[in-house]
């Protein structure tokens, strides 16, 4: 969902209050709300119980979350959020994705193409810095721009001090900057996964909604050196699992939330971002269906970025849905009006912050017209075919390499440059006739939607959409990981000589782009900022630090314990049973998404039927959460986070304490289905140490 | 749910025209779209299929519905429609409800203590004759005691030319009137019921949902002249039951609708009925629940009242919910100008018809006093004990009786006495610590609400609420069956002289009850009428006979498919299966309500947990259809109807055929269940045919 959102995010740095609920809240591990947790529970997490949750808990930068569950760095996420690795992996005669996969020692472990996962080791306050930056005398642009080059200054040397990855991160809209420094891992090999359809039992149907029987699992493991590691932080696994009622963390990365938007950003979400995001992902369902219909291999190309965006445009209904609730945005604007009458009841709060949600509200408005522009730009740029991204990063490499380091574009600073090489020469396969169907479509879209102009006309070159996208794909080597890598060790200049189309496409476009970001800075988000950051000011003023700043993929805690739920009339139970799964499949006569692979049948007299599958918990999570471990207090595994109920969607604005719900595959059915379906005693001994 | 409104179903003789849909529809026997059937479904039932179904429907006149199912006089219905006879057969030692029942001979079947079950043996339009009774120079009130003069006179005929009990129903609000006939039976036993956690499995709580898991069966034996009567129209047994899609038929007698309400009427609802009822539903609860709370044997006693109870507020609710529904309340309203506009468009039907809808209006609006005054007079007089109802009819007996036939009130002719007797020497056990209870309850409900008037004060005599009830009740020999055998065998002279309690306030209310009475028909009834009576007569005009009439307990066909259906995010699937009954179990712990009985443990192993045990169908139900077999083109039995869906519910008033779904207890469930879990294979024996 990150990724996909990117454009959208521009306008939406911005600040409002939230009325906190018991239990809502991605609380950042620097200040969690521990008095609230000891009086509702009697449990109070120590130092060291956060620095071991902390130090156990890995970030999938692919989009998710993880953790240590073993000394020898195993670590556990949701098949969901392995599967776009699993399938890099996989080729038309061994389809991991559809089979699943079981390494029986270390040596059958499967080495991922480009996945690149962090720890998180230590962070730090560091506002004061960033701010000291800027100066009074500044524009909002300049502003901008000198808090862009302290950063860069920040990350670069807090990389040569300890060697890790270090993040200055953005929190509560601009009203903190942190370092947040990551241990990074790229070595990470595939240890087991179960059939998509053990995974994804239920399909696109039962995606975000309960009751649920899913198996949405995968392990991997963590190498250096071609040896696993030794994690020291891992969390043990739990021996029956959480009763009804029990206090339990999500400890994960929540990608992002949108809760701190001013009621005009949210109206402007419902109104502009969203009905246009839900038409293109349409669009792009529909395209790829298109192309699955080609044949069975095309169909298992297409598969994961599909199930990507059934994902997405269900996430986005529900998202959709609340923001047409009168009941949820008559709350979000009640909560706004409270907060800026405080700030207009005191003289000196009001002259510093009380313009500030008038303001955004006006750059929202006097942009609209480039945002439009801008969006459907964003699209054959940036999500048509990532043959063109991969062109756009070689060229800006080029031009930036030999420059002074701090004088670089951001993305290409020396800090920079190994995560993007990892990026650049993945082994992944790409596959040209799905990269052409998807060129020459959103290019018939965008023509449609928005016209020809000048970077459509760069694409065409006076050629129809499906010549143009024939033209530039069938002449490109960009997809050859080869012929990548040849180009890596090329001079810049040589880089830039290159008569690939893409590389010659993307150096056309470069400067129309660059141009794009210039406009940005300079006319919305250097004012952006500047009003995002009163309002920040403004909640602390009235709030102190009883908030949690919006998600951004950073780690988080949420606290909360295991609850069924009102649904549709009568209860929804804490947890689900092997049982269930059975009546579901036979419900459906085994239709298509309710069939769960054939060893379910095979040994379903193995099984204990009575297993707790899923269950359901009261915590506060989002898209980005997906693979974080559910633990109890004693730090152990009681389940494996994958989704949020329906009811939890339109938490992207509101949280709904009554209905809100994360699912998780229950611990036992973990151990129940390693040993009893999947043969992997093996590796349900390592998770049970025994 | 019939008893319960007969208050509030006083202002609701009207008319208006809901849009039809596909498989919406109560038809009656006369009136099928057989067009629509045959061109969707390929099936044509023939006048031969029609009369085999409707002879083989029973009416169940405790309010539900049922059917022969063996040529032996074997009944089908609900646990949920016989639980009311179920409890009168029971005892603390004895407790049937709790424990289930099986005859293993026609001698261990048990008699009905006041069961009256009810065949339509034929119908005929006398719309003709009940209009002639009215002449031009009558006032609306003279018209309305001239058909009700002329229907009792009918009645009085019918009864004497064919020996059956003839009821004179007004279909289409006032457009039809039509004789109904129907073969009586008052020999009702008890052949088997199982336990009420096997039939309600999932309580309250899963009421009105879907998926479910419910035994919701009951079986009686009908006898005349101490023998099981030789049943000739019977419905077989499906060997499978039906499968997805496929045509299924719904035969029984839907209770109450409202879709051809006015605009005006279901505002009325809206703001004026519905709040109030679910207001005095909650006080009810309240009231059962502190009287529960008085030991076991108080809990048992007022078991299925409670239940009764629930049932209503659950349903009530999803109505309420229903009418808050802007939606549904703008599609009512677009109907209405439709149908208004097209009379108006014509100036003959402008000036017969034109006025009706802003008439019912303003009689609505003239008389929300007096409704709101007589709602809740008829609380304590008809609902706080049945004691106070016994003898009024008692006293209106003795007043009535001497009197020609054709001059008595309604409910004292010839041709209802017989009827009055059954009910009124009911074997059936009367608990005064219960009556008392409900009594002093509801005194203070309706004084609280509505002060203390001259009826409040005949109840009162000076005293408390408790000290008045208490008086009342403890001073009655009402309750007694055998007392009331005597007052029977009484003069009515003598009668009217009994000192019991109840009966000498029964004399002082009887005149103020008849006054009430009186005014209402005067001022409301006769007028609204003669705009219902136009309403009628519009919609005939422009829709022809292509509608069917509102519910009103007479035999109706619905006919629909068994399908699945969008729920809450997912597809809720077209049947359930035993797999899921014991999943549902164990994701509670088996707490209460989710608690099957110990059979379902002890026996799980013979069972084949992949046999269906509910399904859904698009057929268009509502309460009173609770019972009635679902059969299919072959008329035979494929599932016993007990439920709609929460979906279903604002189909009190509209009908939506995407969601709207009929609930039954699968064929196959309930062959599997008599033979493995209750050993009952004469019975299943019976009911196959074997």
């Not at 040397?157 to 200055?168: I, M, P, Y």
């Not at 000196?348 to 929202?364: F, P, Q, R, S, V």
């Not at 229950?666 to 009893?676: C, D, G, V």
Request: aromatic share 12%; charged share 30%.
């Amino acid at each position: 969902m990150k990724r996909f959102f990117t454009i959208v995010l521009l306008l939406s740095l911005t600040a409002a209050i939230p009325g906190i609920h018991a239990e809502e809240g991605m609380w950042t591990y620097d200040n969690l709300p521990i008095k609230d947790i000891k009086e509702k529970y009697g449990f109070e997490p120590t130092k060291e119980w956060l620095d071991h949750a902390r130090l156990s808990s890995v970030r999938f930068n692919d989009g998710g979350s993880g953790s240590f569950i073993s000394p020898n760095g195993l670590v556990m996420t949701n098949h969901h959020v392995a599967v776009f690795q699993i399938q890099k992996l996989s080729t038309p005669e061994n389809n991991y994705v559809d089979k699943g996969f079981l390494a029986n020692s270390y040596d059958e472990e499967l080495k991922c193409a480009d996945l690149e996962l962090n720890v998180l080791m230590s962070m730090e306050n560091i506002t004061d810095r960033v701010r000291s930056a800027e100066k009074d005398d500044m524009s909002p642009s300049e502003k901008l721009k000198a808090v862009k080059d302290e950063v860069a200054k920040i990350q670069k040397e807090e990389k040569e001090a300890t060697g890790l990855r270090c993040d200055v991160v953005n929190l509560y809209q601009g009203g903190e900057y942190w370092v947040y420094r990551y241990k990074k891992y790229t070595d990470i090999r595939l240890v087991m996964a179960p059939e998509r359809m053990a995974a994804y039992f239920g399909g696109d149907y039962d995606n975000f909604t309960y009751p649920r029987w899913d198996l949405d699992m995968t392990f991997f493991r963590v190498y250096e050196d071609d040896k696993p590691i030794k994690s020291e932080n891992y969390f043990k696994w739990s021996k029956n699992g959480a009763k009804e009622n029990e206090l339990v963390f999500v400890t994960g990365h929540p990608g992002s939330t949108s809760r701190l938007y001013t009621h005009a950003e949210l109206l402007n979400d419902r109104d502009e971002s969203m009905p246009r995001n839900l038409d293109l992902i349409d669009y792009f369902i529909k395209t790829l269906k298109d192309y699955s219909a080609g044949g069975e291999e095309q169909a298992r190309r297409a598969l994961t970025t599909l199930f990507y965006l059934a994902n997405s445009t269900k996430a986005r209904g529900g998202m959709y849905e609340g923001l047409q609730d009168e009941a949820i945005m008559k709350k979000h604007l009640d909560e706004e009006k409270a907060l800026i009458s405080k700030i207009k009841a005191n003289p000196e709060w009001n002259k510093l912050y009380g313009n500030a949600w008038d303001n955004i509200a006006k750059i929202i408005n006097d942009n609209k017209e480039f945002s439009l522009k801008h969006f459907y730009r964003g699209i054959i740029v940036y999500r048509a075919t990532s043959l063109l991204g991969k062109a756009l990063s070689f060229v800006r490499y080029a031009k930036e390499i030999e420059k002074p380091d701090m004088e670089r574009r951001n993305g290409y600073h020396d800090t920079q440059i190994e995560g993007l090489k990892f990026s650049l020469l993945s082994p992944a396969p790409i596959f040209k006739d799905l990269e052409e169907a998807k060129l020459a479509a959103f290019l018939k879209f965008v023509i449609e939607k928005s016209g020809k102009d000048n970077v459509v006309e760069m694409f065409l070159q006076g050629k129809s959409p499906d010549k143009a996208a024939h033209a530039l794909i069938a002449n490109t080597k960009m997809n050859d990981v080869n012929y990548r890598k040849e180009l890596w060790d090329l001079d810049p200049d040589e880089i830039l000589e290159s008569d690939d189309p893409f590389i010659k496409l993307a150096i056309k476009l470069d400067p129309v782009l660059e141009a794009d970001k210039d406009y940005y800075d300079n006319n919305i988000a250097g004012q952006l900022k500047e009003e995002s950051v009163k309002i920040a000011k403004a909640r602390f003023a009235v709030y102190g630090k009883s908030i949690y700043p919006d998600a951004n993929f950073t780690l988080r805690l949420s606290y909360g314990s295991i609850k069924g739920y009102k649904m549709n009339g009568t209860l929804a139970p804490y947890k689900t049973t092997l049982y269930g799964l059975y009546d579901r499949a036979l419900s459906f006569d085994k239709a298509e998404d309710f069939n769960p692979p054939q060893r379910y049948w095979d040994k379903q007299n193995k099984l204990d039927l009575a297993t707790p599958v899923n269950q359901v918990s009261t915590n506060d999570i989002i898209g980005g959460n997906s693979g974080s471990p559910l633990i109890n207090k004693n730090a152990e595994v009681v389940g494996l986070v994958f989704d949020g109920n329906i009811e939890s969607l339109p938490g992207r604005y509101i949280y709904d304490m009554e209905a809100n719900r994360t699912v998780s595959v229950h611990s036992s059915y973990i151990i129940e289905a390693l040993r009893k379906l999947y043969d992997a005693n093996k590796l349900a001994d390592e998770i049970q140490g025994k």
